[in-house]
């Protein structure tokens, strides 16, 4: 026996549950699995980028994250200490970010999924994935009923099954880097910038300050210097004494809620098939240094929804109105991927950070125009011209 259904999202992270939210107010029968018995706060920094908030805004969900404070920029640490405060640019084409209770957001997107008439069943850890000649079944272990459906939209996350199964998998994520999560509270009530210490080895501690009480930090570093410094806790701990003045700051002994997790990075070959989309991490994700990985779930959850919207009107080209969306996706974050992953190369070789901080601390406006890049602001052509001192002409 199976059921038949027009949408199902594998993922009821941000990506699954922002599509699911786009097509359920449309009234197309979606429905969600996740593996996860509930929602839970994951590993991540929870900073929202301008760009996201704007997502947020299209999406005509604020009342969603009321009350999560603002982050009005970035202080940027170098390995070797050197400090570059910045705020995001006021001529961009987004506001200020936001710092997140991620777990609270998606609980209160789950209720508006489900208040539009969409489906969410926690506890189905999808296994197993077939191809049909009019959709995909997916099946959850031995005790759950599979499913049939028109699309399939995988928002699984790095480790994506739908990807896989949809041969969209370009390599599976790299285990040799490994995240930590871990919260603190501040001594003093926090700044609203955010902060990223670039240490030595290709490591970084992002800073997300929530609250006085609720410090989110997130390390990511090799795993094996992670094992070397003693496993999860030992390395945060040392990590961040290396950095400059982020132990004085903070109340150490007040470290809790600590989490790794592995791989950090994901890569596809492209997020569209035959009848299937991915979104999210599922579709490619470089690294969590410029947090944006929130912002890219939000549109790409819309950007997808909208297409599956389009591609299932009578008379529609579902395949062509699904691969809309994949070269739309791919047009909006080529430019800013390579960016991202030169970052990559620039963390790992201390001389190319100190240059870059003394670059950057030379003027405020290029601090604010490097961060109007990271925060998408600016396009990184805009970014560029912002960089050199022209004002970049936004549409
Ligand atoms: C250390 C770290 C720090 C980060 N910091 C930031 C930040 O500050 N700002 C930012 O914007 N981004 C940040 N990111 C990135 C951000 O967390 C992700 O890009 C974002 O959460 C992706 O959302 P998603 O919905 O695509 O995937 P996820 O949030 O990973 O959701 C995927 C869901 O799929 C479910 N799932 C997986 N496999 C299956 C299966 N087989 N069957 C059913 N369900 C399944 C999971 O249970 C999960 O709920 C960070 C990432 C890391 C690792």
Not at 85 to 114: I, M, N, T
Not at 120 to 131: K, T
Not at 194 to 208: F, S
Request: with cysteine.
């Amino acid at each position: 026996m199976t059921r038949r259904r027009a949408v199902t999202i594998v993922g009821a992270g941000t990506a699954g549950l922002t599509c699911a939210l786009i097509l359920a107010r449309r009234g197309i029968d979606v429905f969600v699995v996740d593996a996860a018995a509930r929602i839970e706060r994951s590993v991540c920094g929870e900073y929202l980028c301008p760009a996201g908030v704007s997502t947020l805004e299209e999406l005509d969900v604020m009342p969603l994250v009321e009350g999560a404070p603002p982050v009005l920029g970035m202080r940027l640490v170098s390995p070797a200490g050197r400090v570059v405060r910045s705020h995001f640019p006021r001529d961009g084409r987004h506001g200020v970010g936001l710092s997140l209770d991620k777990q609270a957001f998606l609980e209160r997107l789950a209720d508006a999924v489900v208040e539009a008439g969409g489906r969410i069943r926690f506890g189905w850890r999808v296994d197993s994935i077939q191809r049909l000649d009019d959709g995909w079944r997916v099946g959850a272990g031995r005790k759950r009923t599979p499913i049939e459906c028109d699309v399939l939209i995988g928002a699984d996350g790095r480790r994506s099954v739908v990807a896989d199964a949809a041969g969209l998998l370009a390599e599976a994520g790299d285990r040799t880097r490994i995240a930590v999560r871990g919260f603190v509270n501040a001594f003093d009530d926090p700044e609203r910038l955010g902060e990223m210490h670039l240490l030595p080895g290709g490591a970084y501690i992002g800073v997300n300050p929530i609250r006085r009480d609720e410090v989110n930090l997130t390390l990511v570093c090799d795993a094996e210097e992670l094992r070397r410094r003693g496993g999860a806790e030992g390395a945060l701990r040392q990590y961040a004494h290396d950095a400059r003045d982020l132990y004085e700051r903070h109340d150490w002994s007040t470290l809790r809620a600590i989490r790794g997790v592995t791989p950090v990075s994901s890569r596809v070959k492209r997020a569209v098939a035959d009848r299937v989309a991915l979104i999210g991490d599922a579709s490619g994700f470089v690294d969590p240094l410029t947090g944006e990985g929130i912002s890219i779930a939000l549109w790409s959850g819309l950007a997808a929804a909208e297409s599956v919207v389009s591609g299932l009107a009578p008379g529609a080209d579902l395949v062509a109105c699904l691969h809309r969306y994949g070269v739309e996706r791919r047009a909006k974050y080529r430019a800013k991927a390579a960016v991202s992953r030169s970052f990559q190369w620039v963390i790992r070789r201390g001389w190319a950070c100190e240059w870059i901080g003394h670059f950057l601390g030379a003027r405020q406006e290029r601090a604010d125009a490097f961060i109007g890049i990271i925060g998408n602001n600016y396009t990184p052509s805009e970014g560029a011209l912002a960089l050199a001192g022209v004002k970049p002409a936004i549409p």
